[in-house]
């Protein structure tokens, strides 16, 4: 094993992050999260909107990737995809999700977990038009998660598609659109010196009210 690899245990930093405290946050984590994407936006993060989506299968097997968030409402937080996916099947079979939003560079990270379900047609035909028409035709030339001989299978897909819808709009394809979380609980941390970091989580009780408690590092 490399002398880099040997040195994984050394690798430390201390966190320098402002205080998170029951009395500075919103009573709506909603709220709460704009506030800190706003925040990471105006930082200049690079993706702010790249989260982590961790899913697990029928019988427990867990798997995770980056995603990106597509819309938040009040009922929750929307990415879109091609529902033949890995990720996709499994939360048809289980449809339970984690989010974290991990924004290194202001020591802090957002987690969020709750219920998915499909996004309504209507919703995903409009973002899939205004998606960029490359972005469409890439659509329906992967078959997500699906096996390829090579790399130049798939850019062929591409070029007969982009033959196929040549002057013309590009239509959504049947097996891609959107997946929304609803959130039950959403934990805020923020990196703090001596690892003595400030996690508050927020928790939706049975009337729709968030519970706010604070969380040992």
Known sequence: MSGANR??????RDYSGEELAESNVSPDPFKQ???WFDEAVNAEISDPHAMVLATASADGRPSARVVLL???????????TNYGSRKSLELEANPRAALVFPWHELDRQVRVEGNVSRREDRASDEYFASRPRASQISAWASNQSGFLR????LEERFRKFEREFAGRDVPRPENWGGFRLSPESFEFWQGRPSRMHDRILYALL??????IERLAP
């Open 7 to 12: 040195n994984i245990e050394r690798l430390r």
């Open 33 to 35: 999260f704009l506030t």
């Open 70 to 80: 597509r819309g938040i409402d009040g009922d929750g937080l929307t990415f879109y």
């Open 150 to 153: 090579s790399r130049s299978e």
């Open 206 to 211: 049975p009337g729709g009210e968030w519970k």
